[in-house]
């Protein structure tokens, strides 16, 4: 089979940030294949909280005529000389973080800080992203990952960022068998925070978050103790449960930079907290003297940008085709054809409260 697929036109329709604070339609020019590379078609998408975070809050500076989106599950139209594992008309799971496998730093830290921190993050903040006709990625045989014909378009699409994002919150915070966790914010990543919790083996699982929805999702997931903001300060509702000891770990997927003052209060000394949380409403990150031991309780913070990778993509798929995850539970709205990509993403920002994850079928 040829290396490549007849494409219409040097010129795609993509959905893009214009600038700080505005979005629409526009038309770019389709991206050079290069011998490692692949180009492929959207068969399914879902727009992200931090979509909205970079378009609104500027919160990787400023952008100009940039195609968002980086969660898709795509259909390869064109792949480079040198791809070995995949070709024209493969079903593909594409994650968010892409980095540069090429990168002297891979040696030297992980992947997703090759050629600098963050760097590994480049759909819709180094390169354009999946919101396209048709999209580039790098690295194809390093990037990619086969979609499973077992798996649902659907639970595929959700391992590409959610998963891997919740999933890596239990991993930051190094959770053993039998702790007690809290995760703090229950929208989709952190419903697959909980979910992480459970399999490596927590045994209490604080959820904390109002909405009905997520709540009952939460509870399938795995939580054991709901805690509503709603009802008083959580790190006080927290305590009170625990006894004043406090949680081995705390995951962190939801609120604003000060609710780190919470994730240091509940969580024991010695404990780890992981967050996940894109912040971007202030420059500083405060955190409370008193229960951070002025300094010296042994409370380890973390912060991590999800992993991603082929292998990444593979072991996840494991876990769905193995009915040890079940991520398609997190999909509460479904549009189809590509011009809903719009409407999608306009949901995404207007969050209402029957809102988990939006999805945009495609093919």
Known sequence: MSNKLTTKSTQ????????????????????????????????????????????????IGERRNLVLGHEAIGEIIEVGKKVEDFKPGDKVIVPAITPDWNSLDIQDKSHQHAGGMLSGFRFANLKNGVFSECFHVNHADLNLAHLHKEISTESALMLTDMVTTGLHGSELAKIGLGDTVAVIGIGPVGLMAVAGAKLRGASRIFGVGSREICVNLAKEYGMTDHINYKNGDIGDQIMAA?????????????????????????????????????FDDDDEIPLPRLDWGNGMAHKDIRGGLCPG???????????????????????????????????????????????????????
């Open 242 to 278: 625990t006894k004043e000891k406090g949680v081995d770990a705390t995951i962190v997927a939801g609120g604003h930079s000060d609710i780190l003052k919470n994730a240091v209060k509940i969580t024991k000394p010695t404990g780890t907290i992981a967050n996940l949380v894109y």
């Open 12 to 59: 795609v329709k993509s959905f893009a940030m214009k600038q700080v604070g505005e979005v629409g339609w526009i038309e770019k020019e389709v991206e050079t294949c290069g011998d490692y590379d692949a180009l492929l078609k959207p068969i399914a998408v879902s727009p992200c909280t931090s979509d909205i975070h970079t378009v609104y809050s500027g919160a």
């Open 309 to 363: 990778g082929r292998i990444r993509m593979e072991k996840l798929s494991d876990l769905v085709l193995y009915n040890r995850l079940d991520p398609g539970k997190l999909i509460t709205h479904r549009f189809y054809g590509f011009n809903e990509i719009e409407t999608a993403f306009k949901l995404m920002k207007d969050k209402p409260r029957d809102l988990v994850k939006p999805i945009v079928m495609l093919n």
